[in-house]
């Protein structure tokens, strides 16, 4: 099995597939997740919308206060299943949906947000059948990812039905990203974003999302857990 980084270099990593998958999610599609993790949230989409069903899950959404240089971490171990590259392409296939992420914002929600951002490959020069991951920054109202493109770096594709662990850690100055292959552990892709400084007050979570202003017309699944090791001795994350 492969795992294409963003600078398109194919790395053969070992597929470990797990005969207990009791604590994984029971219910379609979120069969596959793996091992001996603890604790999958199976967060589903629904046709027609932009957010699962469930919005108070995985603390996201939660208000947060942090202090004016306090450094803050959010990681999750993710398995984006294999209707999330299955939703048909109509003028939105190019637009990112957004994994997970947090923000500083104080009063406007995005402002001095961090976040990872991913959609399907779907372009003739991308592998087929994956899932791209970009750096998703957010710096001020007035600097929003999409307007400046070369600073919202890629983090390369990944694979369906395969464990990920990403870490989205925010400074007080810039905000930093991490990938790392879930069964190996092995560091995949890094990047970072600048941040513009910021007050103590308010933040916010951010949870999973489809589209930007449009809706899904198909499920689209992905499956969490906060239990990055699962019981592997092996286990190193960043």
Not at 46 to 67: C, M, R
Not at 99 to 116: A, E, K, Q, T, Y
Not at 189 to 217: D, I, K
Not at 219 to 228: G, R
Request: proline letters at 7%; glycine letters at 6%.
């Amino acid at each position: 099995m492969k795992i294409i980084i963003a600078s398109l270099v194919c790395l053969s990593v070992l597929v470990y597939v797990s005969s207990d998958i009791y604590t994984c999610p029971s219910s379609s599609p979120c069969t596959n997740c793996d091992d001996q993790c603890e604790d999958w949230l199976c967060l589903t989409v629904p046709a027609g919308s932009h957010y699962q069903t469930d919005e108070d899950v995985l603390d996201l959404w939660k208000l947060g206060y942090y202090g004016l240089s306090e450094n803050t971490t959010k990681q999750y171990r993710i398995v984006f299943h294999n209707n999330t590259i299955e939703y048909p392409c109509g003028t939105w296939c190019s637009n990112e949906n957004k994994l997970f992420g947090m923000s500083r914002g104080f009063i406007f929600v995005m402002d001095r947000s961090s976040m990872f951002s991913w959609r399907k490959t779907f372009l003739p020069s991308e592998p087929a059948n994956m899932i791209k991951v970009w750096a998703y920054g957010w710096y001020n109202s007035s600097e929003k990812p999409w307007e400046h493109p070369k600073q919202n770096p890629e983090m390369g594709y990944l694979q369906v039905e395969y464990p990920y662990i990403f870490t989205v850690q925010m400074y007080e100055y810039n905000s930093t990203y991490t990938i790392q292959d879930g069964n190996t552990f092995e560091v995949i892709a890094t990047n970072s974003t600048p941040q513009t400084p910021f007050f103590p007050g308010p933040n916010y979570n951010f949870p999973l999302y489809f589209g930007g202003t449009e809706v899904t017309t198909t499920e689209t699944t992905v499956s969490f857990t906060k239990d990055l090791c699962c019981g592997n001795p092996k286990c190193k994350i960043v």
